[in-house]
């Protein structure tokens, strides 16, 4: 078991920039990969970033350019530095841990205004 908890969510203008953070404690070694999605109201859940152990990274082409992922392995911990945030950056993100199975994290608001 892969237990996840995030911070870093909020409300932020547009142009702004919001770091949010996941740490996972439990069964740790046997993470393969982590990283964030978002859902936003009426849609379905999506990747935004991911980061494997190995330090390989992909991003959705819509936060290209103005999200950045990290990992730190020491402390089990991945962050999503988000800038030049935009209406349709607006969701929940969700941390998620690549272990054989998905473990997820709670979720944590982001919302962008006008």
């Known amino acids: 078991q892969v237990q996840l908890v995030e911070s870093g969510g909020g409300l932020v203008q547009a142009g702004g920039s919001l770091r949010l953070s996941c740490t996972a404690s439990?069964?740790?070694?046997?993470?393969?990969?982590m990283g964030w999605f978002r859902e936003a109201p009426g849609k379905e859940r999506d990747l935004v970033a991911l980061i494997t152990r190995g330090g390989s990274i992909d991003y959705a082409d819509s936060v290209k350019g103005r999200f950045t992922i990290a990992r730190d392995n020491a402390k089990n911990t991945v962050y999503l530095q988000m800038n030049s945030l935009k209406p349709g950056d607006t969701a929940v993100y969700y941390c998620n841990a690549d272990c054989e199975v998905d473990f997820w994290g709670q979720g944590t608001q982001v919302t962008v205004s006008s």
């Open positions: 439990g069964d740790t070694l046997c993470i393969s990969a």
